[in-house]
């Protein structure tokens, strides 16, 4: 029994439709779920297997739409099906992203890299916001959350120069987006993970432990990130708490970002 004044956070987003990028796995998976427990109905989209998409939808009573986010069709009809299916576009988190081992300094990434990279991380975002925001502005509401990174407000000396460019693309037209549409009624915020325990990342350093080491030391709370505390933070952007934010860039990094000296142990 809920008390009068207090927010029922398993209903923060009820009613609400929701379409995840890179749903299948990592921060968008978690995302999914989290999304899904706070009452909204979930579309996934990713280039998994059909089958392990549909099992994934339908563990949170939602829809899987196989989606290549580079191609704009398939990402105009991700958006048109969530709208069919369900009758609204509420949320948008668009995540979906790589990390190629051949994308590296940019002494060593060659130019079908640097394309590829950009296309998924980068070209990606432009065409889920062009599909997702003509559904927004007919409804006059929605939250677009777009996924960048750490790395898109500060410079790392084992550099992935396509990803780092990409992610600084990624938070620019954030910005420029919520401003240009913040009396619409549609919000556009940028996710800035900090290193986040994932498969992406774990695939990363598993064959560079040195790598991996020069990363966690800048980290002043001492770790990598979890997917479920970036959920928590996409839950919060797609949510009406955040109602007076958009143009954001939202770090969440474990202090990084900040971070001079890290701190000795407690």
Not at 137 to 152: D, K
Not at 172 to 201: D, H, I, K, W, Y
């Amino acid at each position: 029994m809920s008390h009068p004044g207090k927010i029922d956070l398993t209903q923060r987003l009820a009613g609400r439709v929701a379409v995840v990028t890179g749903g299948a796995s990592g921060i968008g998976l978690a995302s999914a779920r989290r999304l899904a427990a706070e009452g909204a109905t979930v579309v996934l989209a990713d280039i998994c297997e059909q089958s392990a998409g549909e099992a994934l939808a339908q563990e949170l009573g939602g829809l899987f739409v196989r989606t290549d986010v580079t191609d704009p069709d398939e990402v105009e009809r991700l958006f048109a099906t969530a709208k069919q299916a369900y009758g609204s576009v509420d949320v948008a988190f668009n995540n979906a992203g790589i990390s190629p081992p051949e994308d590296d300094s940019i002494l060593e990434t060659g130019l079908e890299a640097w394309r590829r990279v950009q296309e998924v991380n980068l070209t990606s975002v432009y065409l889920c916001c062009k599909a997702a925001l003509p559904y927004m502005l007919e409804q006059r509401r929605g939250s677009i959350i777009n996924t960048a990174s750490f790395v898109a407000v500060m410079g790392a000396a084992t550099s992935q120069i396509s990803y780092s460019a990409s992610k600084g693309g990624v938070l620019s037209m954030t910005r420029e987006l919520g401003v240009q549409f913040a009396r619409s009624g549609v919000r556009v915020n940028a996710l800035c993970p900090g290193p986040v325990n994932t498969p992406l990342l774990q695939e990363l350093f598993a064959s560079d432990p040195e790598r991996a080491q020069r990363r966690l030391v800048h980290v002043p709370m001492g770790r990598f990130g979890e997917p479920a505390e970036m959920a928590a933070a996409v839950a919060f952007l797609a949510s009406d708490d955040s109602s007076f934010m958009t143009a954001a860039e939202f770090l969440v990094d474990g202090g990084i970002s900040s971070a001079y000296v890290t701190p000795l142990d407690a």
